[in-house]
Nanobody
Framework: QVQLVESGGGLVQAGGSLSLSCAGS????????MGWFRQAPGKEREFVAA???????TYADSVKGRFTISRDNAKNTVYLQMNSLKPEDTAVYYC????????????????WGQGTQVTVSS
């Protein structure tokens, strides 16, 4: 069983930066692939980035070069550094976890956090 708690959301101006954190529980955290998704009002949830247990990562085209996902297994935490933010990045950001990276990327993870709001003003 894995429980996930996101933090770090907030309001930022376009061009600014924010860093999100997702703290996971459970001794097996380091063996899980982790991911970030987002959902804007009136839109479907979409994949943002994911990282496997050894640090291999993948990104949505819309965030490549601007966002960086990383993890610290000693702290049971995964991060999302978001730079050059745009108004279209405004959404609730969710953390997800599962054993397989492909499962995480597909959006069908077993474990999800409660979400944290990111708002980018123009």
């Amino acid at each position: 069983q894995v429980q996930l708690v996101e933090s770090g959301g907030g309001l930022v101006q376009a061009g600014g930066s924010l860093s999100l954190s997702c703290a996971g529980s459970g001794r097996s955290f380091r063996s899980y692939s982790m991911g970030w998704f987002r959902q804007a009002p009136g839109k479907e949830r979409e994949f943002v980035a994911a990282i496997n247990w050894i640090g291999g990562s993948t990104y949505a085209d819309s965030v490549k070069g601007r966002f960086t996902i990383s993890r610290d297994n000693a702290k049971n935490t995964v991060y999302l550094q978001m730079n050059s933010l745009k108004p279209e990045d405004t959404a609730v950001y969710y953390c997800a976890a599962d054993r397989g990276l492909s499962v995480v990327v597909s959006g069908t993870s077993d474990y999800w956090g409660q979400g944290t709001q990111v708002t980018v003003s123009s």
